[in-house]
């Protein structure tokens, strides 16, 4: 009986310290100093950029999809020639060559944290197709 009533107590006092931990991080404009305890954060604004490509892993001689590592510098609305550089899959039939102008998607002001914008939500720029699309 008396390990049963600590249990209660514990549980009990861990769930009060969750909940003023909670109110004390919506008690700072609504989200808290970390997001708020569900994660509440405002969005992030993602700006376009062009990654121009200066730099190419040399084209592997096996067919598919393979690794590449870009170099090159993203230039954007905020962003003026800030330089870069990035491995992914790609197939090998439309590799990449200096010169070549990617379009990019990164955070407003972290352009070092840059992702390639190419149409379909898959995981990787490469030869794969999304499903549904043939």
Do not use: C
């Not at 969750?18 to 004390?24: D, E, I, N, P």
């Amino acid at each position: 009986m008396l390990i049963q009533l600590m249990f209660v107590l514990i549980v009990a006092g861990a769930l009060a310290a969750a909940v003023a931990s909670w109110r004390r991080s919506t008690d700072r404009g609504g989200r808290g100093a970390a997001g708020g305890f569900f994660g509440n954060r405002a969005p992030v604004e993602v700006e376009a950029g062009t990654l121009y490509v200066t730099g190419v892993s040399p084209r592997p001689e096996a067919p598919g999809e393979q690794y590449v590592t870009l170099s090159g510098s993203i230039s954007g609305p905020s962003v003026v020639a800030h330089e870069v550089y990035g491995r992914f899959a790609w197939d090998t039939f439309q590799w990449p060559a200096i010169g070549d102008r990617i379009p990019v998607q990164y955070p407003s002001g972290k352009p070092d944290n840059w992702q390639l914008d190419h149409p379909g939500a898959r995981p990787y720029f490469g030869s794969k197709r999304p499903k549904g699309q043939g």
